[in-house]
């Protein structure tokens, strides 16, 4: 960690007032020593990653860190704050804060030394000495691991043999001396002696905990959630073993340590890897913080439910919804979760098969939905049999697209056995003509029903078909009951009045809703809002023989989505001194994501300055879907954006309501940007604001 800190970067009389000033302060010292080469930019980095998640840690303790391109070697720069600083810990402000940089290409090494400086924050002795330091030579010598705790708090540096051996018994400078020498084994394996020593008196095998911990950039709180949960595991004579999916990769837990233990903890803010390794065992599912700050809890919960014979059902990795209804979350969120797991799952089908139609129609004209089977008559010299072809594989897709959204909402709900009942459910939903209303309620219904199933006790000798013969069968039979006899009829008369409503639709009520699909598609740029707006769209030319209103509909959300990428590209060319030069170079691709209809584009701006953007894209997107509306554009794809705007009814007037729209927009923005910065100019002094963007944990390989 030599290189990592040295006495010019530390500061032992940080006078900054709040997080985005000491994280100034700290990073001008990287500046001059030549390890940030852009402050603006790294600054806009560390506060996207402090906007996931605060980075304060209770006993006192500020962690802000991030990945970053402007970072040239990983770098630590230390501050201790007398008054405090809020980085939003639990217990109140932070008097030791650290600023952690690393690369965006950092090499496992490096990021193996930085976990290693993780886990030494949760040691009170090693916290305890660094209040006690009064120079900053020694301060850094500390962090280092050149010079114990002890031998910091008396004052007195060791030498170089007396460090080694001192390292050897404190374990966190151990791991760091392990770290630096290239050790990049990510599993940590805690209280085996203590274990051992608990079976010596007691004559029985010790309690055997499994945990995973992750976080969003896999630098500090994974290691920290470990070095909590082993602390934890000693004092309460269990053997505890823990596998960190952090930046620097992570090495699987043996599978005959995973057979043998007895629980299961997962205290994580990014999917669990191969989180089926895990099935069928008791287990806890947290926020990564919450393995920091109450691993003792965690533990005597894990233990409880051991007792109780709790165990999951097999769970799938990379689920949208990975820990939908965690403690804490209210039903309200964990429905937005459900929910978003089937439309996330649905586009891609709604995308290809949406896609394959237009392009039947543009090669075959729009009668070609009235074409023979292709089976039965296809000329391979005939455009109109490839527009043939192409429209009904298009409709096959789009044939998915209910049962998808029905069967990946009972997945987010239940995981793996509720893509079963949930798929059932959507298909009948199908068949009764009960349309999106029925996927929805069919997802929500498997889901639920798959949950009570999971809850009744079954013998051990059972559990191995339960996923796969018991919970499929039963929850199906209950679910195709439920859709065919009780619910399918009053959702199906509920689905065909809102298409009967869609369909008259005319005039000032067209305008309207035209308006209020243009806001919704521009508040959260790709969000839940954004997809609801998507999904009622998408809906309505999900159809062999989409209405005149349902492609109208189409028309306004998809220019609408376009408007908030595109004008924030124009926005950074006419005014590129109101844009840090990190946006400025976002604002070059968001060129091309807004020409291509993906809203997410303007999300990096929308992070720096959400008050000033999300506003300014919601008027743009409203006036747009309305001109489109009032212009009777059509649609037939759902995707694609300006590529397919040959298929586009009025094309000409759908790309003037596209052009108001962005420079609505973009006028907004320029000028709120234009009266914040003269604003700032007129204080005088004061901190600068840090941008924000979403750049930071983009690149993150365990976030994946």
């Given at each position: ?583 400025r170079e976002n604002g070059k691709a968001a060129w091309v994501l807004g020409a291509s209809f993906i809203s997410e584009g303007a999300i990096p701006f929308a992070a720096a300055d959400p008050l000033r953007v999300i506003p300014s894209a919601m008027a743009g997107g409203a006036v747009t879907g309305a001109l489109s509306m009032i212009f009777g554009a059509t649609l037939r794809a759902p995707h694609g954006g300006i590529f397919v705007v040959p298929l586009i009814g009025n094309p000409f007037l759908y790309l003037i309501a596209i052009a108001a729209g962005v420079c609505v927009t973009t006028a907004l923005v320029v000028v709120l940007k234009g009266m914040r910065k003269q604003a700032s100019a007129g204080a005088g002094t004061g901190v600068a604001e840090a941008p924000i963007t ?11």
């Amino acid at each position: 960690m030599s290189e990592m800190i040295t006495a010019d970067l530390v500061d032992l009389d940080l006078s900054a007032e709040t997080k985005e000033a000491a994280a100034r302060a700290l990073a001008e010292r990287m500046v001059a020593q030549g390890r940030v080469t852009d402050l603006d930019g790294f600054l806009a980095d560390v506060a996207a990653r402090e906007a996931q998640m605060p980075t304060g840690l209770d006993g006192g303790i500020g962690i802000p860190h991030c990945r970053s391109e402007h970072v040239t070697e990983p770098t630590l720069a230390f501050g201790r704050s007398a008054a405090g600083i809020d980085f939003g810990a639990p217990d109140g402000p932070a008097d030791l804060i650290f600023l952690i940089a690393a690369p965006a290409g950092a090499d496992d090494a490096h990021l193996t030394i930085l976990s290693a400086l993780a886990r030494q924050l949760m040691n009170a002795e090693f916290t305890s000495a660094l209040r006690a330091v009064d120079d900053a030579t020694a301060a850094a010598a500390l962090i280092r691991g050149d010079e114990s705790p002890a031998a910091a708090a008396a004052g007195a540096a060791t030498s170089p043999a007396t460090a080694e051996a001192e390292a050897s018994e404190v374990p966190e400078v151990a791991e760091a001396t392990e770290a630096a020498e290239g050790s990049q084994d990510s599993v940590a394996v805690s209280a085996a002696a203590s274990a051992d020593t608990a079976t010596v008196s007691t004559g029985e095998r010790p309690f055997r905990i499994v945990a995973v911990t992750s976080c969003p950039t896999g630098i500090a709180h994974t290691y920290m959630a470990a070095e909590s949960l082993e602390n934890a595991g000693r004092a309460a004579g269990v053997e505890l073993v823990v596998e960190t999916q952090g930046s620097a990769g992570f090495t699987r837990l043996d599978p005959a340590v995973v057979a043998d233990a007895d629980g299961v903890i997962f205290a994580h803010d990014v999917p669990v890897r191969d989180k089926d390794r895990f099935a069928g065992k008791p287990t806890v599912d947290v926020g990564v913080k919450a393995g920091i700050n109450r691993p003792t809890e965690l533990i005597s919960e894990v233990r409880g439910k051991a007792e109780r014979g709790e165990v999951t059902a097999g769970s799938a990795p990379g689920t949208p919804v990975e820990r939908a209804g965690a403690a804490g979350e209210g039903y309200g969120t964990m429905l937005r979760k459900w929910l978003m797991s089937g439309v996330s799952y649905m586009v891609p089908f709604v995308a290809a098969g949406g896609l394959l139609i237009a392009l039947g129609f543009a090669i075959g004209g729009y009668q070609i939905n009235k074409a023979p089977s292709v089976m039965d008559h296809f000329v391979w010299t005939q455009g109109d049999s490839w527009g043939a072809l192409l429209f009904q594989i298009g409709g096959v897709a789009f044939g998915f697209l209910v049962p998808v959204l029905a069967g990946y909402i009972a997945y987010g709900m239940a995981d793996r056995p509720g893509i079963v009942p949930g798929f059932v459910g959507g298909a009948i939903s199908l068949t009764i003509n009960a349309g999106f209303l029925g996927g929805l309620a069919a997802g929500l219904i498997a889901g639920g029903v798959v949950i009570g199933i999971q809850k009744v006790r079954i013998p051990a000798a059972l559990r191995g078909i339960m996923p796969v013969v018991v919970i499929p069968l039963i929850s199906a039979a209950i679910v195709g009951f439920l859709m065919f006899v009780v619910i399918g009829k009053p959702i199906a008369s509920a689905q065909k009045g809102m298409t009967d409503w869609l369909n008259g639709l005319t005039g000032s009520n067209a305008v309207l809703l035209g308006a209020l699909l243009g806001l919704m598609m521009c508040f959260d740029l790709g969000g839940p809002v954004n997809k609801v707006a998507y999904t009622f769209a998408t809906a309505g030319i999900a159809v062999a023989s989409p209405s005149d209103s349902a492609m109208k509909i189409m028309a306004a959300v998809m220019a609408a989505g376009m408007v908030p990428p595109l004008a924030m590209a124009l926005a950074t060319t006419v005014r590129g001194r109101l844009f840090t030069q990190t946006e400025r170079e976002n604002g070059k691709a968001a060129w091309v994501l807004g020409a291509s209809f993906i809203s997410e584009g303007a999300i990096p701006f929308a992070a720096a300055d959400p008050l000033r953007v999300i506003p300014s894209a919601m008027a743009g997107g409203a006036v747009t879907g309305a001109l489109s509306m009032i212009f009777g554009a059509t649609l037939r794809a759902p995707h694609g954006g300006i590529f397919v705007v040959p298929l586009i009814g009025n094309p000409f007037l759908y790309l003037i309501a596209i052009a108001a729209g962005v420079c609505v927009t973009t006028a907004l923005v320029v000028v709120l940007k234009g009266m914040r910065k003269q604003a700032s100019a007129g204080a005088g002094t004061g901190v600068a604001e840090a941008p924000i963007t979403k750049k930071a944990d983009t690149t993150e390989p365990v976030a994946a």
